[in-house]
Nanobody, 116 residues
Framework: QVRLMQSGGGLVQAGGSLRLSCTAS????????MGWYRQTPGMQRELVAF???????NYADFVKGRFLLSTDNAEKTMYLQMNSLKPEDTAVYYC??????????WGQGTQVTVSS
């Protein structure tokens, strides 16, 4: 079973940048894709960006050109570099497999708050 540990996030002013990290323990070789999701109160989690096992990276329209997903396969770590942050990017960000796995296979979540 894959376990995911997140780091990064925090408080930043609009226009600023933050970087999130997600490190996996256990085997991830069976996963087709890994991604970053986010959730705001009262809303469903939405997929922000994901990378396939073949290395293809895809972004939601609302972050294209601003966020950059990268990976360090040797360290089994996935990053999300978030630039030009907007107040509407405020959310709890999670890493997990794509499609969404059971809840016990998600990262612990990290708060990103963008002030205006």
């Amino acid at each position: 079973q894959v376990r995911l540990m997140q780091s990064g996030g925090g408080l930043v002013q609009a226009g600023g940048s933050l970087r999130l990290s997600c490190t996996a323990s256990g085997s991830i070789s069976s996963l087709n894709a890994m991604g970053w999701y986010r959730q705001t109160p009262g809303m469903q989690r939405e997929l922000v960006a994901f990378v396939t096992s073949g290395g293809s990276i895809n972004y939601a329209d609302f972050v294209k050109g601003r966020f950059l997903l990268s990976t360090d396969n040797a360290e089994k770590t996935m990053y999300l570099q978030m630039n030009s942050l907007k107040p509407e990017d405020t959310a709890v960000y999670y890493c997990a497999a794509v499609p969404p796995p059971p809840l016990d296979q998600w990262g612990q979540g990290t708060q990103v708050t963008v002030s205006s």
